[in-house]
């Protein structure tokens, strides 16, 4: 045990200093006295108790001062609100598939009217060319042979209006035959553009045709041979 010396405040051993006045403790020892022959009861001496107020507004030397913060009432958490940018990604997504789809059809469309534009203009060529072309038959491969010609009299052209005819010439050399057969002699030979009268046909399935040309030449020519114009 120590004692403070001017107050006489006993501490326990582990105090160094009077919490009062600050002063040094010192031992305090306690003895018993003793007599021959007989034994003393032990002197017990009881001190006041010690209140230490650590609330005090100064603190006191050696003594550490505790403050515990008050218990929080009613806490309300509010959460931290996240911005979603689900929407505008979205937004974003769907204009790019109507822009995209747009370019598509719009391509499409431009692709299908250049093609039918194209297949227009064919189908017009192909037209053109078939009013004129010649096919090969056996009739009209031996119109040119080396040597025939065609007579004088169809050099010019008759001072007939062309309403006057209704076909005319698409070879060069073309024969004049007496019957409707290939077989059959040559009348005549009749040059390109010579204009005709077609008059009538063999029959529905036959091709050739009785005509007779502005110079008066008469017969059957074969249907590759002439063309009408009217």
Not at 94 to 106: H, M, N, P, Q, S
Not at 211 to 219: F, K, L
């Amino acid at each position: 045990m120590k004692k403070c010396p001017q107050c006489n405040t006993v501490y326990s051993d582990e105090v160094v200093y009077c919490l009062k006045d600050g002063a040094v403790l010192i031992e305090e020892t306690f003895s018993l006295s003793s007599t021959s022959g007989s034994i003393e009861e032990e002197t017990v001496i009881r001190h006041e108790p010690i209140i230490v107020d650590f609330g005090a507004s100064e603190e006191t030397p050696g003594q550490t001062t505790y403050q515990v913060p008050p218990t929080p009432e009613n806490i309300i958490v509010i959460p931290a609100r996240t911005t979603s940018n689900t929407g505008r990604y979205a937004l974003f997504f769907t204009l790019g598939l109507l822009i995209g789809g747009g370019l598509v059809l719009a391509t499409i469309l431009l692709s299908r009217t250049l093609y039918q534009n194209e297949n227009t203009n064919s189908v017009k060529t192909n037209q053109t060319e078939k009013s004129v072309k010649i096919i090969p038959t056996a009739e009209n491969k031996n119109e040119n042979k080396v040597g025939e010609t065609v007579s004088g009299k169809h050099d010019k052209a008759t001072s007939a209006s062309d309403e006057d005819f209704n076909g005319r010439v698409i070879v060069t050399n073309a024969r004049v035959r007496s019957s409707p057969s290939a077989d059959s002699s040559a009348v005549e030979t009749l040059p390109m553009n010579d204009r005709l009268n077609i008059i009538r046909r063999e029959n529905p399935n036959s091709p050739w045709y009785e005509i007779e040309c502005e110079h008066g030449t008469s017969g059957w020519m074969h249907g590759n041979t002439i063309e009408f114009t009217k």
